[in-house]
């Protein structure tokens, strides 16, 4: 292990800086430029990570997983994802703005949540949330519109889009929706 | 180094209280824990700010060490009302400096009288200027991160936690004190065989608050409140941004 004693004698001082700015900026955790890699990991992990799920309850959702553990993104890709599911995926997302301590980068949280929403909306056609249709569409265009998001999401993202322009406003493209 | 074992670190403890109330064996401990921290300082003051070279700095911090410090018991007199221990440490050292030269001096052009006193000898700069970043502060602000590092990788490898210091090292100190980029988040949870980004998350996270309480430790050692704690923190962090390259590295 390389002696970190003398580094710090022969570093730059500015830069022993970011020691200690790092240790007190908690959200400080990964760049812009690992969000795509975050956002792939996350579609990955078994849903069994981060919920409070039993398996009977996965089996019963009856996932496309085959033998493999049960993903973020098997479910958010189902063609017909048990709602319970995505609103805890949803709840889990949304964790990441309102604590400090929270489970997940605010981003990629974010664009948890906004997922499961659009696919709710899209495959069981019904909402979960209570925000209202503005805020959602402003909410999933800044999803759709992440260049780290993968192509499977920006589609769902993109779909949900569509579908909720009909009735809007005539001059809503005006505000951003 | 000496490094007193605790299951966590604990702040709000004054050492120099403790100095003052203990004896014997620990008394003895106690001193050379905060000689250990303030002795790099003390001699960096002497060769950037005094202009002496490092061998007459070695010899001139042992002197201040046994007649001021120990001899004279300078820290346990100190009154915190009063200032900083940094403070107080660097003005007397400066004095103990110039009476070695004062004595030095005399004794060159007096061998008989060694107790003329001459300033004539100094020729270094003033060490009251006011200078951009007091290099006794800058060897401070090292010496409490290298100790806040030593503890926290202690404390992660006593604990069973190995994967937490990696994951600092290699993420936080690499990217700092090489200019390394950090381990990119592909390989580090593949090191560390993490399930989801929210365990790696929650992996960062809990190795910068550990940092971070040890950093508040360090610097909590010769204060006696949080909020002397805060505004040491707040100093460190602009001794650190204001140090020029000139006062960088080990004058050793």
Request: glycine residues 4%; hydrophobic residues 35%.
């Amino acid at each position: 292990m390389k002696d970190h004693r003398k580094e710090i004698y022969d570093t730059e001082s500015r830069r022993l800086a970011r020691i200690v700015d790092a240790g007190h900026d908690p959200k400080e955790v990964c760049g812009e430029g690992e969000l795509k890699a975050v956002w792939k990991h996350q579609l990955e992990a078994p849903l069994t990570s981060d919920l409070s799920i039993s398996r009977r309850k996965l089996e019963e959702a009856q996932l496309d997983a085959q033998d493999s553990p049960v993903t973020f993104g098997h479910l958010l890709q189902s063609g017909n994802p048990p709602l319970a599911l995505l609103e805890k995926v949803k709840d889990f997302g949304k964790a990441s703005w309102a604590s400090e301590e929270s489970p997940l980068p605010p981003k990629i949280g974010t664009m948890l949540y906004f997922a499961a929403v659009a696919a709710a909306r899209e495959r069981c056609d019904t909402p979960i949330t209570s925000l209202g249709r503005l805020q959602l569409r402003r909410g999933v265009k800044w999803c759709h519109e992440q260049e780290w998001v993968d192509p499977d999401t920006r589609a769902l993202f993109k779909a949900y889009l569509k579908s909720t322009k009909k009735g809007l406003w005539p001059f809503s493209w005006l505000f951003g929706m | 180094m000496d490094h007193i074992p605790q299951p966590f670190p604990t702040t709000r403890w004054s050492r120099i209280r403790f100095l003052r109330e203990a004896s014997g064996e620990e008394k003895r401990r106690a001193l050379n824990h905060l000689l250990l921290r303030y002795r790099p300082a003390l001699k960096t003051h002497l060769v950037c700010a005094m202009g002496f070279s490092p061998d007459k700095a070695d010899d001139v911090v042992q002197e201040f060490i046994a007649g001021k410090i120990v001899e004279q018991d300078l820290v346990e007199k100190a009154d915190q009302s009063r200032g900083k221990l940094r403070t107080l440490l660097r003005r007397a050292l400066e004095n103990c400096a110039m009476s070695v030269l004062r004595r030095e001096n005399a004794q060159k052009r007096n061998p008989q009288n060694a107790d003329v006193c001459s300033i004539e000898r100094y020729e270094g700069p003033d060490p009251s200027e006011n200078a951009p970043t007091d290099p006794f502060d800058a060897a401070w602000a090292r010496e409490v991160i290298a100790t806040a590092l030593d503890q926290m990788k202690d404390y992660c490898l006593d604990s069973d936690r190995r994967d937490v210091w990696e994951v600092f090292r290699l993420r936080i100190m690499w990217p700092a004190l090489d200019g390394r980029d950090p381990l990119p988040y592909g390989q580090l949870i593949q090191r560390f065989d993490l399930d989801s980004p929210s365990e790696a998350y929650n992996l960062l996270n809990t190795a910068k608050r550990i940092f971070r309480r040890h950093l508040r430790s360090v610097v909590g050692e010769y204060v006696e409140s949080e909020e002397e704690i805060d505004d040491e923190l707040r100093e460190l962090r602009s001794v650190l941004s204001r140090s020029p390259a000139l006062l960088d590295g080990d004058p050793t």
